[in-house]
């Protein structure tokens, strides 16, 4: 049998086997409510031998905490393996595991593990190798594929490829589709027959160095999204255990007492606690003067703010922008903000704490923030903690004006303003999404960083697409950007920017991991925008089902998007190297709001001077003389580029050292010319 066929059957099921997903319960095991996999898919071993990892699940409640003395019962439903324990209970942390030891039939291996008394069960993947191994193209006959063909999922351990009468291009995408952000799939990938390319480029459209306008390269900043990461995850750590204690005081309660109940007036000065790090301690007591209103938000001003900040005619207009453009935008898309403090309307506190921030000299800015200890009571429930030096208001804080740079680097009107309104967006919906999981959704904890940032870069697309009058789905390229470069540089800018971090190292990148890093957000925006985009015809309420959610992270995506979630991630990676290239027609690789093999081209770098002329997508040169040799971490995808001349076959293999490559690596064909 031909090595590309020997598991086609069991790579059927890998897909959903690869997600780690459960059922809902039917019945309850000390309130179980989900089974997740811990560690342990997508091993490979020799026939015979045992996996070097045990299977690891966690079975948690509804709200997200372990549960032990549930039976755990793992069984092989497809391949061959054996399995000791077949139960196990839980143990303290929720968590049970066994041992297997691998058939003596090579291939892919599945195993269940399902909670007794529930529904709930997920699926490992794991396959059985030998040392015996042929090329792809030994006793096959070459796959003939047409240009813009795109075959994915290829099964087994190589491809046979036909150069046809004139040669052709070829681009192999590996992605690897393991759920564990942390895991890392190592394989070489060899060729017999292929000549090297060296570029993610089918053929240039134009010669960008003297053709159009170009406009210039987004600056990105990675200090405000290290800040950022710090409160996400002191959220996590030190607030989320908080929000059983925020809902009960919020049933409970008569009133708070921080901020005013009930509306604010015109200069009333109000005392708010502007610490930027300690969420429940050490107050940062500052006095704010409300300098303007409006119909959704109050405009206070630190009494202590450097001179010649903004006027409170500015304040003003700031609160009309707000009205008008931010508040509009993320209220649609992601669901009105709670109102703990019963004024209907949120703070926008311009304060020097916020320039305090940033360091002399650094490389970014912190521009604003939004903290979820704002939306804590200051007083517990019965044994439930509060947060003592909570405002108790839904607010965010935001930089100021300080011309001769008292507090930090100088900083002038125009320079703040360049930054806080897509600022402002991007956090509003850290604060929608906080509000509604403790006060609305009755969610057990807040949104996994990786995608609550994804979704607040989304914010930022919105405000983008609100302020030039554009919408989803128009295949933006660059001569629709340069009507408006300015508007693309403040709202969307960041976002290209960030993409083209994760286009430099995609297999280092993993879409979902809990890093944070740019290349993570530049990645996972341009996820959430293709899924939408092949959701429907319009983005409708897919904002709003992720926000409005009590789960988490990828078991969010799966409930929005569907079980095959992961496919569709493994679509999307392939869609980066697809979209716009000639001859691809299949919907699923291709991406309906933005040409980015347009836009790139014409970016200006501030250093140069020049235009960056290319798509900048990282690919890996393969020739018979120089194996790829790669590690893509979960969630990460390598992109291989080769040629096969004209009349012949090429042989494209992959191995992991002399056995195969995860069941969870998705390799993908594409042919470009």
């Known amino acids: 049998m031909p090595r590309n066929a020997r598991w086609f059957a069991a790579a059927l099921a890998i897909f959903a086997a690869a997600c780690g997903g459960s059922t809902e319960p039917k019945g309850s095991a000390g309130g179980a409510s989900q089974i997740q996999i811990v560690s342990g898919n997508g091993q490979v071993q020799l026939v015979g031998q045992p996996l070097v990892a045990p299977l690891v699940v966690k079975v948690v409640n509804s709200s997200g905490t372990a549960v032990p003395g549930a039976t755990v019962t793992f069984s092989v439903t497809s391949g061959a393996a054996t399995i000791s324990p077949s139960t196990a209970t839980t143990d303290a942390s929720g968590q049970a595991k066994t041992q297997v030891t691998l058939g003596t039939a090579p291939g892919n291996v599945q195993i269940s593990a399902s909670v007794s008394g529930t529904s709930l069960v997920v699926s490992f993947v794991v396959t059985a190798g030998t040392n015996v191994s042929a090329r792809a193209c030994t006793g096959t006959t070459p796959v003939a594929m047409i240009v813009g063909q795109v075959n994915a999922g290829v099964p087994g351990s190589g491809v046979c490829l036909s150069g046809g009468t004139g040669g052709a291009d070829f681009a192999l995408i590996a992605f690897h589709a393991n759920p564990d952000s942390a895991a890392i799939a190592t394989m070489n990938v060899t060729s017999q027959n292929a000549v090297a390319l060296s570029t993610p480029d089918v053929a240039p459209a134009f010669n960008v160095l003297t ?26 750590r030190e607030l989320a255990p908080k929000i059983a204690a925020a809902r009960m005081w919020m049933q409970n309660r008569a009133h708070f007492n921080v901020v005013p109940t009930g509306a604010l007036s015109l200069n009333q000065v109000i005392t708010l606690n502007a610490n930027g790090d300690d969420p429940c301690s050490n107050p940062l007591n500052i006095r704010g003067r409300v300098a303007a209103i409006g119909q959704t938000a109050y405009i206070v001003a630190d009494t202590a703010n450097p001179s010649g900040g903004f006027t409170d005619a500015e304040y003003q207009s700031f609160a009309t922008t707000f009205d008008t453009l931010v508040n509009p935008v993320d209220v649609q898309a992601f669901g009105a903000p709670s109102d703990i403090d019963k004024n209907g309307k949120i703070i926008i506190l311009f304060t020097k704490e916020v320039n305090k921030i940033t360091p002399r000299g650094s490389n970014g800015i912190v521009a604003g923030f939004f903290y979820e200890r704002d939306l804590f009571p200051t007083v517990g429930n019965g044994d439930l903690d509060g947060c003592p030096s909570s405002n108790v208001s839904e607010m965010y804080y935001a930089l100021v004006p300080d011309p001769t740079g008292i507090f930090s680097d100088k900083r002038s009107k125009a320079d703040v303003l360049d930054f806080t309104t897509s600022t402002l967006a991007h956090e509003y919906q850290h604060l929608i999404n906080a509000g509604r999981r403790i006060y609305v959704n009755n969610a057990p904890t807040f949104e996994d960083t990786w995608l609550n940032e994804g979704l607040s870069h989304i914010a930022e697309e919105l405000l983008y697409f609100k302020a030039v009058k554009l919408a989803p789905r128009q295949n933006i390229d660059v001569n629709t950007v340069l009507l408006n470069p300015d508007a693309f540089s403040e709202y969307q800018g960041g976002n290209i920017g960030r993409f083209e971090e994760f286009l430099s190292r995609p297999s280092s990148t993993s879409v979902y991991a809990g890093d944070d890093e740019l290349q993570t957000r530049g990645a996972t925006w341009e996820l959430l925008r293709y899924l939408a985009d092949h959701k429907g015809s319009s983005d409708g309420d897919t904002w709003f089902q992720l926000v409005n959610s009590p789960s988490h992270g990828q078991d969010n995506l799966r409930r929005v998007f569907g079980a095959d979630y992961m496919t569709r991630i493994r679509n999307w990676a392939v869609s980066v190297f697809t979209d716009d290239v000639n001859g691809v027609a299949d919907n699923n690789f291709l991406q309906p709001s933005w040409n980015m093999r347009s836009i790139f081209p014409r970016l200006i770098s501030e250093s ?52 195969p490559v995860s069941p969870l690596v998705q390799f993908t064909v594409v042919r470009t010319r």
């Open 211 to 236: 053709t159009g306008r170009s406009f210039a390269r987004p600056q990105l900043n990675p200090l405000q999204v290290a800040f950022d990461m710090k409160l996400r995850r002191r959220a996590q």
């Open 608 to 659: 140069t001077g020049r235009a960056l002329g290319k798509y900048p997508l990282a690919v890996v040169p393969l020739s018979d003389a120089t194996p790829a040799t790669l590690s893509v971490v979960a969630g990460g995808e390598a992109y291989i580029r080769f040629s096969v001349p004209a009349g012949t076959s090429g042989s494209i293999d992959w191995s992991s050292g002399s056995l």
